[in-house]
């Protein structure tokens, strides 16, 4: 398939093909990721959506080589600047992580080494990829700080995470993360556990650095308010595989697979006033044995006969949107779409 | 104080040729007819100078002090030896562990190995496996150099048995502590993160795992080090080292009590140095600990 190039002339910086990774628990495999593919493009904010054990973590943690020891990935390409990184030794992706590639990750009590000062947690990464040392590298460590919006730099580089508060550890790890000028920056569900007052502002501090440093950012989240407030691009993961991928407004306002309409429908921020709130029936299928065709199909009340026996193609709607639900075939009966759209998100 | 309620005859050499003065005059020496109280706060006088009394079984009428002066440097030298023996192989024994037990399937290998080691150590009784020590080391290495059986102060060859012996257990201790609290740290966020940045294995295991795994570690590592300077019973009557590993069952045998009391004493004191030397150096290694105790260190 030839490298997608969007209206903007910006061509994929990371192209997935059909990637299949597996877990070994207790001697079973689970398939956790099945023959995924997306492309993200150059400096695109792209948002990753789905319920808890989609699979989203896995996907960002298989583009950096981090899965855990009993994962793999069994087939497919992950493409990024003409290599595949499905195929690197451990010693190759040390060149690519926090280098090329780097993370923000969910929980910020959690993610700082507590017996190490903040400064030397930036050092280390501008020391392993940028061979900066002593003086130049805490120069450059501190320019970081200020970047990432944390006062007192000279006072704060020498602080011990406990010192920080939980939003400027968040901070603190964006300061990690953009200190080797990665060009890739995935942030997996970077404010959930950070106080709602503080929310907004790292969302904002990730949107502006976005533009200084002009990164391809990949968002995970849970939260359809952080994706209407910085996604250019969604999509959304059901059972580890997309099953839609649209802009923002296409997804947010003609959603075509009813797993997304019912993604949006439980979203309190854009029910309206006085429904009743929506929740999906039934839970996710059970990843050790293989799915046959749809797997939202059983929780699906448009599933048609077929969605039980194939897995449905992606069909295309628009240059940028794409979904995977076999209602999108022309054959398919005519079938009556819930209202979702949202007033206030978008 | 208990010790005030065994049978008086624990203060004298011999009880039983003793006239009823001389028992009363000896008593008055120790202050031991007085009320409770006075001797206790006598106890207190005595034993801040450092004064420790007298020995009257052991060998009569020469003071504690010096008794014990005698034979502690040899004791704590060994022991010191065998702590460092114990820490140099343990250490690096439970970082492999660590590291093999998640890494590939072929690298396990050195965990299982590890593991049974540690589990030898632990479940065979000490005084067998010195015995095993004793007999099959003196043998092997007398192979290459003449060695006796027995301890030598100047010959440094017999030293290298009892060291070995006594640093068995704390050794294997050492491994499976760090082992275990390695891998527990292994799966913590912040590595994952460090592996994010692009660090190797090995700094990561060296930088970040290992110290994180060694705080807890740490603050046990005074005692079990005067732990092993007290335990060397076992290891010092099997070689004939004249150190201070027999003087308390010794005494307690003899029913020397102004020994046992100072030996209690002594031991007492060092068990507690041993716990605040562990605060100490887990404060020293753990800045969340440092910084609560002082407020604000910068
Ligand atoms: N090490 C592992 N061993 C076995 N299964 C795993 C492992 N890691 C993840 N999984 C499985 O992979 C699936 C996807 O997990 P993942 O963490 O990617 O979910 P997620 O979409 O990020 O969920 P959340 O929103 O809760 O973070 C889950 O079913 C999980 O049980
Ligand atoms: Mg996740």
Redesign the pocket.
Same mark, same amino acid.
């Given at each position: 398939m030839a490298v997608d190039t969007d209206r903007d002339g910006r061509g994929a910086i990371l192209s997935v093909r059909s990637l299949n990774v597996d877990?070994t628990?207790r001697g079973a495999r689970?398939r956790?990721l099945r023959d995924v593919s997306l492309d993200v493009r150059r400096g695109e904010n792209l948002a990753i959506v789905?319920e *808890?054990? *989609?699979?989203? *973590?896995?996907f960002c943690k298989s583009l950096m080589g981090l899965l855990?020891a009993?994962?793999r990935v069994e087939s497919g390409e992950i493409l990024y600047e003409g290599a595949d990184l499905a195929t690197l030794t451990e010693k190759e992706w040390l060149k690519i992580r926090g280098k090329e590639i780097a993370i923000v990750m969910q929980d910020p009590m959690t993610s700082l080494n507590p017996l190490i000062p903040i400064g030397r947690q930036i050092t280390e990464a501008l020391r392993l990829h940028r061979g900066l040392k002593g003086k130049a590298a805490r120069e450059a460590a501190m320019g970081y700080l200020r970047d990432v919006g944390i006062a007192q730099p000279e006072l704060r580089f020498k602080q011990y995470p406990h010192e920080f508060s939980g939003g400027m550890r968040q901070r603190a790890v964006i300061a990690i993360a953009i200190a080797c000028r990665p060009k890739i920056l995935i942030c997996d569900?970077p404010t959930t556990a950070i106080d709602v007052t503080i929310q907004a502002q790292i969302l904002d501090l990730l949107l502006s650095l976005q533009q200084k440093y002009q990164l391809t950012t990949i968002y995970i989240t849970?939260d359809l308010g952080v994706v209407a407030r910085v996604a250019d691009r969604v999509a959304v993961m059901y059972a580890g595989d997309f099953v839609e991928i649209g802009t923002t407004e296409e997804i947010f306002y003609d959603p075509r697979h009813p797993y997304v309409w019912a993604l949006l429908s439980s979203m309190p921020q854009l029910a309206k006033k006085g429904e009743n709130l929506y929740s999906i029936e039934g839970s996710p299928p059970d990843?050790s044995s293989p799915l046959a065709g749809d797997a939202f199909a059983p929780r699906n009340r448009y599933a048609l006969k077929i969605d039980f026996v194939r897995r449905p193609p992606l069909f295309s709607l628009t240059e940028t949107h794409q979904a995977r639900s076999w209602l999108l075939d022309p054959r398919a009966p005519k079938h009556e779409r819930p209202e979702t759209k949202g007033g206030g998100a978008g | 104080m208990l010790l005030r309620l065994m049978p008086l005859e624990g203060y004298f050499n011999n009880y039983e040729k003793l006239t009823p003065t001389q028992i009363k005059v000896g008593l008055a020496k120790l202050w031991l007819d007085r009320p409770m109280a006075v001797q206790l706060g006598h106890f207190w006088q005595d034993t801040l100078r450092g004064e420790l009394g007298v020995s009257n079984k052991y060998r009569v009428n020469y003071p504690i002090g010096k008794i014990i002066a005698s034979k502690a440097p040899l004791s704590i030298q060994i022991g010191l030896m065998a702590v460092t023996l114990a820490f140099l192989l343990g250490m690096p024994l439970g970082i492999l562990m660590a590291r093999s037990a998640r890494g590939h399937s072929r690298l396990k290998i050195w965990d299982r190995f590890g593991t049974v080691v540690v589990v030898v150590i632990q479940a065979v009784p000490a005084s067998v496996y010195y015995l095993f020590i004793q007999i099959y080391g003196t043998e092997l290495l007398g192979k290459f150099f003449p060695l006796p059986t027995l301890f030598a102060r100047d010959n440094p060859l017999t030293w290298i048995l009892p060291v070995f012996s006594l640093s068995l257990s704390t050794m294997a201790w050492s491994a499976m502590w760090i082992r275990r609290y390695m891998a527990d740290e292994s799966t913590k966020d912040y590595v994952l993160l460090a592996r994010a940045k692009g660090v190797p294995a090995a700094a990561i295991s060296r930088r970040h795992i290992f110290r994180n795994a060694f705080v807890p570690l740490v603050q046990s590592v005074p005692t079990t080090i005067l732990l092993t300077l007290m335990g060397s019973l076992y290891v010092e009557s099997r070689f004939s080292i004249p150190g201070m590993g027999g003087l308390l069952v010794d005494v307690i045998k003899r029913q020397d009590n102004t020994m046992v009391q100072a030996l209690v004493l002594v031991y007492s004191g060092i068990s507690i140095v041993g716990l605040l030397l562990g605060d100490v150096a887990m404060a020293l290694l753990d800045p969340r600990v440092r910084f609560a105790g002082k407020g604000d260190a910068r």
């Open positions: 877990f628990l689970h956790v789905g *808890s054990g *989609s699979g989203k *973590s896995v855990d009993n994962g569900e849970h990843l | -």
